[in-house]
Each structure stands twice: as C-alpha cells, then as structure tokens.
C-alpha cells in the first residue's frame, strides 16, 4: 500500500522559512517523479514543484520561482520542498503527490498517489 506522509507546516509570518517533508512507503521511488501541490481556501488546488525520479530535473511554479526549491533524498524515500521568504499568499494546504508520468508536470490527474496535505499558515 502506497503511503505519503506530509510534515512540516506550520504557522509563520511573512519573510519566514519552512521546509516541508514527505515520506513515501509503498513504493520504488525513484521510478517517481514527486510534486508538491497546495490549495489554498476557496481556490482550485495547484502545481507548486516537482522533481523527477533520480532528482535530476525540477520545474517550479511561477509563483514560487526563486523562493522555493524542491529536493529529494531517495535513499531515504524522503521529498523535501524549502520554503523561503513565504508571503501570506502561500498560505495552503500543501500536498505531495507521485506519477510515473514524465510529461505534463503539471496536470494534477497525471499523478497516481497523493498525501492527506500538510497547513501552512502565513501572516502578513
């Protein structure tokens, strides 16, 4: 059974860090490529990062461009995303997620497997 763990939110102010954790079980995992999501209240939920399978590539939302970095330590089944200078426009819920898929980085029904989401919270 295919498990992803999110950690790591939290309630912060505007300028701060966070790193987020996901822990994955189930899995090969470095067959995946793993994303980050989040939805924030009342919006569609969307594509924040994602990382392919051996770590290789990234591809980062415009929004989090420079600000945020996704990483992975596949040794550990482990996918990180470091937030830094976080706005209150972060403020989410923040979802991991896996896909075998190696195109369309960011199309939501691409990905196969998905964690219960973890609340960052930012104060302005």
């Given at each position: 059974q295919v498990?992803?763990?999110e950690s790591g939110g939290?309630?912060?102010q505007a300028g701060d860090s966070l790193r987020l954790s996901c822990a994955a079980s189930g899995l090969t995992f470095d067959y995946y490529a793993m994303g980050w999501f989040r939805q924030a209240p009342g919006k569609e939920r969307e594509f924040v990062a994602r990382i392919s399978g051996p770590g290789g590539s990234t591809y980062y939302a415009d929004s989090v461009k420079g600000r945020f970095s996704?990483?992975?330590d596949n040794a550990q089944n482990m996918v990180y995303?470091?937030?830094?200078s976080l706005k209150p426009e972060d403020t989410a819920v923040?979802?991991?997620a896996a896909t075998r898929s190696t195109s369309?980085?960011?199309v939501q029904r691409l990905y196969d497997y998905w964690g219960l989401g973890t609340q960052v919270?930012?104060?302005s």
């Open positions: 498990q992803l763990v939290g309630l912060v996704i990483s992975r995303l470091q937030m830094n923040y979802y991991c369309s980085y960011y919270t930012v104060s």
